[in-house]
């Protein structure tokens, strides 16, 4: 398990469980990420927007990094959330994985302030390299304005890519629209551009995309990872429609939400239908909804029980 | 110096001074909130937007606090920005704004998450006021949609309310929309609604309003906090249009940058001019113009030294 290959695959925002009282269930945590990697997934972008990154403080990131570490997952499968709104956070949770052997790290750009300037977001990433200031820093920039509220431009990217180019290496382009992820692709030949959705999985290895990284690859890891391998094959297409309808099912819904009830009933582990305010657990209506609709996919909500 | 009266009055979002190697420069803080208090505000609402507070870990908030107590700014005056994405930070920096005596909390909505339900956002609110379990809470909900991109609806707060009238007391209105002030302040008599700006703060106070909590006060505390005192007076109106034209002249400038600029200028303290990333300082030419139509308005730039 090692990501030094090139395209670099497919990614998993890795769900985080919680306790009945909010606290971070480690355990399961640990067991859900060494199944994804069993399923198939090339690598896990823990502490993504799936993940409720967002709701953990940087000192409970760091001790789940450090769990995943000692429980045997290899930290060069790691591309960790490390994006906060306050620079000494960023560069805390930043310097922690580098230190770890974190392959990479995912970078939100700092996102209370609206209306920022190319070259206030510049300065931040700038910033986190000096004081990281380590050889081994991957960045890979973490583009997701519908959420955020802020992103990277074209032109700020070719700014970072001229100052850094070791170091910023790649990015996430969840901005849902692919002709964003095309025009990247188009403009920085070399620069690992990772779709947000594996809808565009295809279309964007076609054209030198290094992968993707999906929250419904938490559910659906095996057939995603099936179409990286085989995405040569004469049957790619058919593949990319399977999985293209299953996405389609579960986005209907809030993702996150949606993710943990399929995750819970996959499972049979209702303590993964946890999610930490202000996000809420699907209703029971929209539950059946969507397991309706997945059922009606074959997308088998009864069997799948994970290897321990 | 107290807020236990009605209106509460003029409260300011204090700026924060950061060294050249952005750290924050504790004195400097210390000094200005000092002086803010001596000019005639009724109370400081640090670590709020202007303050860059989204730029500072949880630990720089707490040792700020402590440093501002330390030196003998009251605690009764204090109402700090205590709202993150993270509800164990948002639990960590309420209980310590409470046990160390602040008179309120001004409490943002967990603000990454976008499109989240009003149920979200209560399931939060209650959270923290469950964790933190102290009579003494009280919180002032921070509307700033222009910037949280999440925001308080009118049938939330009525739920909120409801649910914890002793607790839940106040709001701070940045929505830049009087009509949400206004009808704020009908639906909902005795709850203590303090616009974003002192550009209402007349129109406000004739209808029940508390008072404002405004990023311009940081230049400008003694002209507003004078309107706050004379309010009632024949020349109210002429005051509150003074406010309203240096108002308007500093906000077509990025405000932060702005205040600090004036601020630099006012104090010939050039470190005032350092923001943190992603924020920037106002270019020169902005300022120069921005001094212009201060002087214009006959908003002495280089006579308003402090008292030390």
């Known amino acids: 398990m090692s990501l030094d290959q090139f395209p670099r695959g497919v990614l998993v925002p890795a769900l985080t469980p919680f306790h009945p009282d909010l606290t971070v269930d480690d355990g399961r945590f640990v067991d859900h990420c060494r199944w994804l990697l069993a399923e198939g997934a090339n690598g896990l972008a823990v502490f993504g927007t799936t993940s409720e990154a967002n ?27 490390t994006g906060c709104c306050a620079l000494p956070d960023t560069v805390a949770l930043t310097r922690h994985a580098v230190e770890r052997g974190c392959f990479g790290v995912l970078l939100l750009p700092p996102f209370y302030y609206k209306g920022v300037s190319d070259d206030g977001i510049f300065a931040t990433i700038a910033e986190v390299i000096q004081r990281v200031g380590d050889a081994r820093l991957r960045i890979y920039l973490y583009h997701i304005p519908p959420m955020a509220g802020v992103g990277f431009s074209l032109s700020l990217i070719d700014r970072l890519l001229k100052a850094y180019p070791r170091i910023v290496v790649g990015l996430k382009d969840s901005s849902g629209d692919w002709k964003n992820t095309h025009a990247l692709l188009e403009a920085f030949p070399g620069f690992e ?27 659906n890891a095996a057939a995603i990872a099936r179409l990286m391998r085989e995405w040569r094959s004469p049957d790619a297409d058919a593949m990319q429609q399977e999985i293209t309808a ?3 099912a579960v986005q209907k819904y809030p993702m996150v939400a949606a993710n943990k ?48």
Chains 1, 2 share one sequence.
């Open 193 to 219: 551009v990772l779709p947000g959705s594996e809808t565009h999985l295809l279309d964007a290895l076609r054209i030198g995309g290094a992968g993707c990284i999906s929250a419904t690859a938490n559910v």
């Open 55 to 81: 709701s953990l403080s940087a000192a409970e990131r760091m001790s789940l990094l450090e769990r995943l570490i000692e429980h045997g997952v290899p930290p060069g499968v790691l591309m960790p959330g």
């Open 246 to 248: 299953v996405r389609a």
């Open 261 to 308: 009830a399929i995750l819970a009933q996959l499972l049979d582990a209702p303590e993964w239908d946890i999610l930490r305010p202000p996000l809420r657990p699907l209703p029971t209506e929209a539950k059946a909804q969507l397991f309706a609709s997945l059922e009606a996919l074959h997308f088998g909500l009864d069997h799948r029980v994970p290897a321990a």
